[in-house]
């Protein structure tokens, strides 16, 4: 994250210093020294942040001072490897833009998953009084919430946290998959087989559920010796080939592209052509996968893009949900040449 000052005083003594002198969080210290109105701390609070000070000699710098008065135009994200997967920094893209159009500058932390780099993270953002923390990992999954996100407005995008109270933006890993097998359905194909990750997340329940409803939708039945489990990963569609092509299935809607791209591989040594022989469907629309794989993957995107401009909207207040569970998000189909 780059910006000036970190919350540091004139005197080289920063908010992080009072609130650890003090026993209180960097937001008290915030809402303190700067008579934030309405702020609900304790006398002995309030009396403990002013001896620190005394006692320490901060002294807020002018920026410091303005941030802290309301009138920072920073929005935090916080994420743990977006930055660096290609895909998944969409995200970043879609929360600057949004960000962008509301007047507000979007300050970014890639974390690598590292913990105490993280909490730093937080912690210089707070001390900045940004608006709020946009909190994203780089796939969908539940997490446990640093305790540090709770001192400001918080959503978690491409993530969530039951129990937490924090809103979440994820993508609708159901509607995906059954947009999926949609399109092969559509295609002519009525022996669809699916594989499917070994992997439990919300991605492997949410896009076999959504697998299952597209084909009782088009009135057939459910066949569990049509879906095959296999690691996410090109080794695992690869691996699954044989099963496929003796399942007699026309078609196959792949967990995700790196699966399909092993089932390529697969298909092209057995002599079997794409889509004549076999249509394949894919998931994720990694750009750097799908578009150049021969014939181009069909496959349906997650929405990374979106899902970082939805974050920015529920944290600046412009869209709600009545619902407590997560907003779900769209996968759209991206139609290639696989099917």
Not at 36 to 60: Q, S
Not at 195 to 216: D, V, W
């Amino acid at each position: 994250m780059s910006s000036t000052g970190h919350g540091r005083g004139t005197s080289g003594i920063t908010m992080r210093d009072v609130a650890k002198a003090a026993g209180v969080s960097v937001a008290t210290v915030s809402h303190v020294v700067n008579d934030k109105p309405g702020a609900r701390i304790g006398d002995d609070a309030r009396r403990r942040v002013h001896e620190a000070v005394a006692e320490l000699g901060y002294r807020p710098n002018a920026l410091a001072k303005t941030l802290s008065q309301g009138t920072s135009r920073f929005i935090g994200l916080v994420a743990d490897a977006i930055a660096t997967t290609p895909f998944a920094g969409q995200i970043i893209h879609g929360a600057q833009d949004e960000a962008w159009k509301h007047g507000y500058v979007l300050l970014v932390a890639n974390t690598d998953g590292n913990t105490a780099a993280e909490e730093e993270a937080i912690m210089m953002m707070l001390e900045h009084q940004v608006r709020g923390i946009l909190y994203s990992t780089w796939y969908h999954h539940e997490i446990t919430v640093p305790e540090a996100l709770h001192q400001t407005d918080t959503v978690l995008v491409d993530c969530f946290a039951p129990g937490s109270g924090l809103p979440a933006v994820v993508p609708d890993e159901k509607q995906g998959g059954r947009t999926a097998t949609e399109a092969l359905l559509a295609a002519g194909h009525r022996r669809i087989a699916f594989i499917n990750t070994t992997t439990t997340s919300p991605a492997q329940s949410g896009r076999l559920a959504g697998y299952r409803l597209a084909l009782e939708s088009a009135g057939l039945d459910f066949d569990e010796s049509l879906v095959f489990p296999a690691s996410p990963e090109q080794e695992g569609g690869y691996a699954a080939t044989t099963a496929v092509i003796d399942s007699q299935a026309t078609a196959v809607f792949c967990h995700n592209d790196r699966v399909a791209m092993g089932l390529y591989d697969g298909l092209r040594e057995r002599g079997l052509r794409i889509p004549e022989d076999m249509a394949v469907m894919g998931f994720d629309n990694q750009d750097v996968i799908a578009a150049h794989l021969r014939p181009p993957l069909s496959t349906v995107a997650l929405p990374h893009y979106e899902l970082g401009a939805a974050g920015v909207r529920r944290l600046l207040g412009l869209e709600t949900t009545p619902s407590p569970r997560p907003q779900l998000i769209a996968c759209p189909p991206i139609q290639r040449h696989s099917i």
